[in-house]
């Protein structure tokens, strides 16, 4: 299993997909910090009755925050990025007509499928930890422009909390990985996969709205959407008021939500499910054509 997973490692590490992903995970938090950056310093006030000011907004980019509102933002479009990167890894194999060669050359088809979703899953991680890294630079040299550089905030309380976070991070993408990877699998292409994942992503949330508004039974039935769940996960992550949350859900989370552990466990049902559907259709499935 470890030579698999070597390989599979060193297919999506070589191919050029993962390196724009990247970049483009790398870019978005960037600008996103440069935006908020520019605001500090161009408004005086700002937000509900005017309660914050530039210097609160500006103070809350430095290093102790970049972490925290780096998993923030992976948490909303890392997530994306994530399904495309899970998609394209197997449904390239389909488009290429490889999958029958490489499961043949796995020595077992499962054990090829499962090392790529071991290694998808990895590469997510890696992923995460690379946003987070570029945040925290960034904050020094927000802070250090300012002569407010420190790590007097690196304490074991702060340790424990941001793993906590990089642990709901990952959680929260989870399914919709697994789900981009399972219609990718049934339905033999990249496109498939990709498509699904975002329009659950964007489509989902909309759908939830409508039902809020429709009364009984309905009204209830949100609160089981991935998005419901990944907000109320998400927003167990310490931020400053200042900072604003990425992905919604008001300022004290979804209403009508399950509690944090029940979202936790949902989501993590969900998961499980997808890979086993994943498993299972790819199992049954005659590749012996190559598709």
């Not at 050359?105 to 690379?130: C, D, E, H, N, P």
């Not at 074991?156 to 959680?171: C, E, I």
């Not at 909309?206 to 907000?231: A, C, H, Y």
């Not at 992905?247 to 936790?264: I, K, R």
Request: aromatic share 12%; hydrophobic share 55%; proline share 4%.
């Amino acid at each position: 299993m470890d030579r698999l997973i070597a390989a599979e490692f060193f297919k999506l590490r070589k191919r050029m997909m993962t390196w724009v992903l990247a970049l483009i995970m790398v870019g978005l938090v960037i600008l996103l910090y440069s935006v908020l950056w520019s605001a500090s310093v161009r408004v005086s006030t700002f937000g509900e009755h005017h309660g914050f000011t530039g210097f609160d907004l500006r103070r809350a980019l430095f290093a102790p925050n970049a972490i925290p509102y780096s998993f923030q933002m992976v948490g909303s479009f890392g997530a994306i990025l994530a399904m495309i990167l899970a998609a394209g890894s197997v449904g390239s194999e389909y488009a290429w007509g490889t999958i029958r060669v490489a499961a043949t050359a796995s020595s077992g088809r499962m054990r090829m499928i499962a090392a790529k979703l071991v290694v998808i899953f990895g590469f997510v991680a890696i992923g995460t930890l690379l946003a987070v890294a570029v945040a925290l630079i960034y904050g020094f040299l927000i802070a250090a422009y300012y002569n407010s550089a420190s790590v007097d905030f690196l304490t074991t309380t702060y340790v424990r909390d941001q793993l906590a976070s990089y642990g709901r991070t990952l959680l929260v993408m989870s399914p919709y990985v697994a789900l981009a990877f399972a219609v990718a699998v049934i339905g033999r292409s990249t496109l498939a996969g990709v498509g699904s994942g975002l329009g659950v992503a964007f489509i989902e949330p909309i759908v939830g709205g409508l039902m809020e508004l429709g009364g009984s039974p309905w009204k209830d039935m949100p609160k089981f959407f991935l998005s419901t769940n990944r907000q109320v996960v998400m927003f167990q992550n310490k931020l400053p008021e200042v900072l604003p949350r990425i992905g919604g859900g008001g300022d004290n989370g979804p209403s009508g939500a399950f509690p944090p552990l029940t979202a936790e466990l949902l989501l993590i049902g969900y998961t499980v499910a997808f890979i086993c559907i994943a498993l299972i259709v790819f199992r049954r499935r005659d590749i012996g054509s190559g598709q």
